[in-house]
Antibody, heavy 116, light 107 residues
């Protein structure tokens, strides 16, 4: 069965960077784009961007341009998202999701807390 | 960017009630509209894709409709496990955008 398993919770200081990984299994990794979506505490869902695991091509929301880097390693079927220059408003749960029919499968989420 | 607006933002309903949530796009998105259910502390779950196609395993009391700019999610007979927050999302173009969510609470 399809599974997306994300890395564990992180606590970072303002100005630091965080890297969240998403290990895929149960399907051909290069067949579906991997998207990143975040959710601040008590708030809605915010799309961050996608990576094409086949080509490595990426696209991200304007809000994150210059601050987010999405990569993949096909040898270990893992996608990663690195967000730099963290501020307190980056405190959120970060999700990866595959897009087939829609965002069909989601990771369990990774809580990133930004605090001095 | 395409703005997605859901209404209402929250609603109270009883088990057995028929519930309808509306989602409006700021421009036509044809049928590229998806609905998700999210429970506290959990990842969203896909319910409906392409406006009206029920995801495998989702109960038939959920249905979706609409095209262009106006869409609906209907729960025909609300069950205890349906109390959650529901989000619409457009997959017409990037950036993918979500509605602000509709919280369905117990009356």
């Amino acid at each position: 069965q399809v599974q997306l398993v994300q890395s564990g919770a992180e606590v970072k200081k303002p100005g630091a960077s965080v890297k969240v990984s998403c290990k895929a299994s149960g399907y051909t990794f290069t067949d579906y784009y991997v998207h990143w979506v975040r959710q601040a505490p008590g708030q809605g869902l915010e799309w961050m961007g996608w990576i094409n695991p086949n080509s490595g091509g990426t696209n991200c929301a304007q809000n994150f341009k210059g601050r987010v880097t999405m990569t993949r390693d096909t040898s270990i079927t893992t996608a990663s998202m690195e967000l730099s220059w963290l501020g307190s408003d980056d405190t959120a749960v970060y999700y990866c999701a595959t897009e087939g029919l829609a965002f069909d499968y989601w990771g369990q989420g990774t809580l990133v807390t930004v605090s001095s | 960017d395409i703005q997605m607006t859901q209404s209402p933002s929250s609603l109270s309903a009883s088990v057995g009630d028929r519930v309808t949530i509306t989602c409006r796009a700021s421009q036509s998105i044809s049928g590229y509209l998806n609905w998700y259910q999210q429970k506290p502390g959990k990842a969203p779950k896909l319910l409906i894709h392409a406006a009206s196609a029920l995801q495998s395993g989702v109960p038939s009391r959920f249905s979706g409709g609409g095209s262009g700019t106006d869409f609906t999610l209907t729960i025909s007979s609300l069950q205890p496990e349906d109390f959650a927050t529901y989000y619409c999302q457009q997959s017409y173009n990037v950036p993918r955008t979500f509605g602000q969510g509709t919280k369905v609470e117990i009356k």
